[in-house]
């Protein structure tokens, strides 16, 4: 579960790790009060819309108030505006920071290797994929031990290896509380500033809790808790009222398909074709046509998506149960991206001839999870879809190729 940015901030306050003084805000009156005690020393204000989503600033939803007044005008602006199909809700106001330097430091789980990765940069306040991809000595990666954790030695190692100033050093260990206490999978701060009198600040943050742990986080749950519907996407609050297993996340190919573990594999083969997953949809063992038209409705509905990929392989769910459902869901939505199927298993031949019969120019099938995988990559990259029956001339390897995948 991703955190709002004033909610990751108020966990980093409870670590120890300085802040700005803020509040949150739901109506641009509460905005106006809320700058005028901020306001203290007459530099303003700045308003940031609350959204799980990057790119807010320059979408607009970050802007300084010159006072109180400026404050709730912008706070109007901001309520209800959609930011990459995320509605803002909330505002937070802070005090403004004299910034001196910026940096980077984030801990990830890394997957692969079963450890978490420190990633630091001395170029922070930057989209660290921008800096990675321009210069990739500026941003460093080193592995944590989750066991042994991050004490004094590994916090200046890794401050060392990204160039940060000693001082850093304190502030990662913190972090790493917070990622352990709070159960985390991803701690973010950008910028962790640097201010003129010499203190470090975290000025934006992002927190990504492992929904694993919810039974042991209290705070999490009931209704005034972070999981609480308001704080969904509109597609998690879809999927929620309709019973679909579904996370949103931050890439451009829709995923859907029947189990947890085919779902996770299909996200790390869409991430090897060199695209990113925009969410995990699994429908789930014996889902129906209307299950499968919910999800699939659900996935066109997220903005982020540029094509979506369902892979499907039939054991208790029937392939043409889920054919019939990508009909259904076509007669009911304007289907406007490419859609790539791979349905093997359980009446797959059948599934597929409902799809050749159903004819959608923007509908192509393939015959295996990696093929799909790399169709879907390539089509969110801007590519043509094929011909719907494009894959007739595969069919003769697709039981082996498709059992293989899996």
Request: negative net charge; hydrophobic residues 45%; aromatic residues 4%.
């Amino acid at each position: 579960m991703d955190l709002y940015e004033h909610q990751a901030r108020e966990i980093f306050e409870s670590y120890g790790v300085l802040v700005p003084a803020a509040e949150v805000a739901g109506t641009s009156r509460a905005a106006r009060d809320a700058a005028r005690r901020l306001d203290a020393d007459g530099r303003g204000v700045v308003v940031k819309a609350q959204v799980k989503t990057g790119g807010r600033g320059k979408a607009g939803g970050v802007k300084r108030a010159a006072d109180a007044a400026a404050a709730e005008l912008i706070a109007r602006q901001m309520l209800g505006m959609d930011i990459k199909g995320h509605t803002v809700r909330s505002v937070m106001l802070a005090q403004p920071v004299e910034v001196e330097r910026e940096f980077y430091v984030s801990y990830v789980l890394d997957r692969t290797d079963g450890r978490f990765l420190a990633i630091a940069s001395a170029r922070g306040g930057m989209e660290i994929e921008e800096v990675a991809a321009a210069d990739p000595r500026a941003v460093a990666r080193v592995h944590v031990d989750p066991a042994a954790g991050v004490d004094e030695e590994t916090a200046r190692r890794i401050a060392d290896a990204a160039g940060l100033p000693a001082g850093t050093a304190p502030v990662l260990r913190r972090l790493w509380a917070v990622l352990e206490g709070e159960d985390a999978l991803l701690v973010e701060v950008n910028p962790l500033v640097r201010t003129a009198d010499g203190r470090f600040l975290a000025l934006d943050g992002k927190v990504t809790l492992d929904d694993n742990a919810r039974f042991r986080q209290a705070r999490w749950g009931g209704e005034d808790g972070w999981s609480s519907t308001e704080h969904r996407t509109p597609q998690e609050a879809e999927a929620a009222a309709k019973g679909l297993n579904y996370v949103k996340l931050d890439g451009e190919v829709g995923v859907i398909g029947n189990g947890a573990g085919l779902v996770m594999s299909t996200l790390d083969v869409v991430a090897g074709c060199g695209a990113r997953p925009a969410n995990f949809l699994d429908i789930g063992g014996g889902a129906s046509a209307a299950v499968m038209a919910d999800g699939l409705s659900v996935v066109l509905g997220d903005p982020d998506v540029r094509s979506v990929l369902v892979n499907v392989f039939g054991g208790i769910t029937a392939c043409d149960a889920v054919a019939e459902g990508i009909a259904l869901a076509l007669d009911r939505v304007r289907l406007t991206k490419p859609l790539v199927v791979r349905l093997d298993g359980n009446n797959a031949e059948r599934g597929r001839e409902i799809l050749r019969e159903h004819a959608h120019p923007l509908l192509e099938q393939q015959t295996t999870m990696d093929g799909a995988a790399e169709r879907a990559a390539r089509l969110a990259g801007g590519g043509a879809a094929r011909p719907p029956d494009s894959a007739a001339a595969e069919s003769a390897a697709e039981s082996t190729a498709t059992a293989t995948a899996v």
